[in-house]
C-alpha cells in the first residue's frame, strides 16, 4: 500500500492538464496565425526541419517529468500489504516517551552565538531523530507548543512514522506565539496509553523563554502521577537574534528598530526539571544524547503488546531519478526533423 507524507502536494498534478490545455491552444493559435501569410501545406515547405510530431513528444517527457517530481515531493512510502493485514502481536519490554517540542519563533535563532549557526529547532529535531534511532521496544509521541499545545503524533511503536513526523515539524506548524510549556506538559501527561503499567517520561526541548503558565506546576502534577519530566535546553545564556530568512541577512526587531535576541533560560529549565523529577542537560553538550538515552534505560521496562508490521519504504529517491532522466532527455528533444529518423517514415501516410 502507498501513502503519502505530504498528500496536499499531490493536488499540484491539476497542474498537468491545465498546462496541456494551454499549449495546445498555443499550437492552435499559432497555427490560426500563420494562415494569414498562406496555406499550412505550402507554408511548411519553406521549413522542411520544422517536426510536426516533436512538440508534442517533448510536452509529454516535459509533463511526465513534473508529475514525477511532485509525487516525490509528496513523499511516497510504500508499506507491506501483507504486513498490513497480519494480526500477529510481539510481546515487548520498554517505556513510553512524550516529547514536548517548542516551535515557537524563538526556536529559529542559532543554538550557539554565532547568528549563522544551527537553529536550535533543528538542534533539536537532531537529538530526537538519534533518540528515536536508539529505540526498539519503546512507545514514543510528539507535542509541538508555541502559544498553545497539540498533539503532532499520538503515541506509538512506528519509528518510521515518528521520524517523517518529526521531519515536517516546522515554526510554522502552531499559529499562535508563546511558550506554553505547562500546557504542553499537561498534554503530554495526559497523552500516555491508559491502564498501562509502562514507565513513563516527558522530554521537554525548549529554550524555555517568555514562558506564560505555570510549568513547574505541570511537572509537580505529572511528578506525583508517575511521570518523570527532562528537560533539554537549547541554545545559550547569551543569546542569538531571531533569522526573519534562510540567508540569516535580516532579523526581527522590536518596536524601537533594536535587534531581538532570544536567550536560553536555563534556570527556569532547570526548575522544570527538578519539579519533575527529572534532569536539565544543554543540547549542546557533546554527550547530551547519550546522556538522555541513559537517563531514560534507567526507568526501567514493562511488557506491552504490538502489532507487527514490516517497515515502510520511501520512493522518494527512484522518482526523484526518474524525473531527472526525464529532464536531461527533454534537453535533447528540439522542435525539429531528426535526420537520421526520416528515412524509416514512420509518419508517413500509405
Given at each position: 500500500?502507498?501513502?503519502?507524507?505530504?498528500?496536499?502536494?499531490?493536488?499540484?498534478?491539476?497542474?498537468?492538464?491545465?498546462?496541456?490545455?494551454?499549449?495546445?491552444?498555443?499550437?492552435?493559435?499559432?497555427?490560426?496565425?500563420?494562415?494569414?501569410?498562406?496555406?499550412?501545406?505550402?507554408?511548411?515547405?519553406?521549413?522542411?526541419?520544422?517536426?510536426?510530431?516533436?512538440?508534442?513528444?517533448?510536452?509529454?517527457?516535459?509533463?511526465?517529468?513534473?508529475?514525477?517530481?511532485?509525487?516525490?515531493?509528496?513523499?511516497?512510502?510504500?508499506?507491506?500489504?501483507?504486513?498490513?493485514?497480519?494480526?500477529?502481536?510481539?510481546?515487548?519490554?520498554?517505556?513510553?516517551?512524550?516529547?514536548?517540542?517548542?516551535?515557537?519563533?524563538?526556536?529559529?535563532?542559532?543554538?550557539?552565538?554565532?547568528?549563522?549557526?544551527?537553529?536550535?529547532?533543528?538542534?533539536?529535531?537532531?537529538?530526537?531523530?538519534?533518540?528515536?534511532?536508539?529505540?526498539?521496544?519503546?512507545?514514543?509521541?510528539?507535542?509541538?507548543?508555541?502559544?498553545?499545545?497539540?498533539?503532532?503524533?499520538?503515541?506509538?511503536?512506528?519509528?518510521?512514522?515518528?521520524?517523517?513526523?518529526?521531519?515536517?515539524?516546522?515554526?510554522?506548524?502552531?499559529?499562535?506565539?508563546?511558550?506554553?510549556?505547562?500546557?504542553?506538559?499537561?498534554?503530554?501527561?495526559?497523552?500516555?496509553?491508559?491502564?498501562?503499567?509502562?514507565?513513563?517520561?516527558?522530554?521537554?526541548?525548549?529554550?524555555?523563554?517568555?514562558?506564560?503558565?505555570?510549568?513547574?506546576?505541570?511537572?509537580?502534577?505529572?511528578?506525583?502521577?508517575?511521570?518523570?519530566?527532562?528537560?533539554?535546553?537549547?541554545?545559550?545564556?547569551?543569546?542569538?537574534?531571531?533569522?526573519?530568512?534562510?540567508?540569516?541577512?535580516?532579523?526581527?526587531?522590536?518596536?524601537?528598530?533594536?535587534?531581538?535576541?532570544?536567550?536560553?533560560?536555563?534556570?527556569?529549565?532547570?526548575?522544570?526539571?527538578?519539579?519533575?523529577?527529572?534532569?536539565?542537560?544543554?543540547?549542546?553538550?557533546?554527550?547530551?544524547?547519550?546522556?538522555?538515552?541513559?537517563?531514560?534505560?534507567?526507568?526501567g521496562d514493562a511488557e506491552f503488546t504490538r502489532r507487527h508490521h514490516s517497515p515502510a519504504a520511501e520512493q522518494f529517491n527512484i522518482?526523484?531519478?526518474?524525473?531527472?532522466?526525464?529532464?536531461?532527455?527533454?534537453?535533447?528533444?528540439?522542435?525539429?526533423?531528426?535526420?537520421?529518423?526520416?528515412?524509416?517514415?514512420?509518419?508517413?501516410?500509405?
Open positions: 500500500m502507498i501513502s503519502f507524507v505530504y498528500p496536499g502536494l499531490l493536488y499540484l498534478l491539476l497542474l498537468i492538464p491545465a498546462i496541456v490545455g494551454l499549449w495546445f491552444w498555443a499550437r492552435w493559435s499559432g497555427k490560426r496565425k500563420l494562415r494569414r501569410f498562406g496555406h499550412i501545406a505550402i507554408l511548411s515547405h519553406l521549413m522542411p526541419d520544422a517536426s510536426k510530431y516533436m512538440g508534442g513528444i517533448k510536452l509529454s517527457v516535459e509533463m511526465a517529468a513534473l508529475a514525477l517530481m511532485i509525487v516525490a515531493l509528496a513523499r511516497p512510502v510504500a508499506n507491506n500489504a501483507s504486513a498490513e493485514g497480519s494480526n500477529e502481536t510481539v510481546t515487548s519490554r520498554g517505556i513510553e516517551l512524550m516529547v514536548c517540542l517548542d516551535v515557537s519563533n524563538s526556536m529559529l535563532a542559532s543554538t550557539t552565538n554565532n547568528p549563522s549557526g544551527q537553529s536550535r529547532l533543528n538542534k533539536a529535531k537532531n537529538i530526537l531523530e538519534k533518540i528515536i534511532d536508539k529505540m526498539s521496544n519503546d512507545k514514543i509521541g510528539l507535542i509541538v507548543f508555541a502559544g498553545d499545545a497539540y498533539t503532532q503524533l499520538p503515541i506509538t511503536s512506528d519509528y518510521i512514522s515518528a521520524k517523517m513526523f518529526l521531519s515536517s515539524i516546522n515554526t510554522g506548524i502552531v499559529p499562535t506565539q508563546g511558550t506554553a510549556i505547562g500546557a504542553a506538559i499537561d498534554m503530554a501527561a495526559s497523552s500516555f496509553t491508559p491502564d498501562s503499567d509502562m514507565p513513563k517520561a516527558i522530554v521537554v526541548i525548549t529554550d524555555a523563554e517568555n514562558f506564560e503558565d505555570d510549568a513547574v506546576g505541570a511537572a509537580k502534577s505529572a511528578e506525583k502521577s508517575g511521570i518523570r519530566v527532562d528537560v533539554v535546553g537549547v541554545g545559550t545564556p547569551q543569546g542569538a537574534p531571531i533569522p526573519l530568512n534562510r540567508q540569516h541577512t535580516e532579523f526581527m526587531r522590536d518596536d524601537s528598530g533594536q535587534e531581538v535576541i532570544t536567550v536560553l533560560n536555563e534556570a527556569m529549565g532547570e526548575e522544570i526539571a527538578k519539579a519533575g523529577g527529572g534532569i536539565y542537560l544543554n543540547a549542546n553538550s557533546p554527550s547530551v544524547v547519550s546522556d538522555l538515552d541513559d537517563n531514560l534505560n534507567n526507568l522518482l526523484a531519478w526518474l524525473a531527472l532522466v526525464l529532464v536531461v532527455v527533454d534537453i535533447f528533444i528540439l522542435n525539429r526533423k531528426i535526420k537520421w529518423l526520416t528515412r524509416y517514415n514512420f509518419f508517413s501516410k500509405h
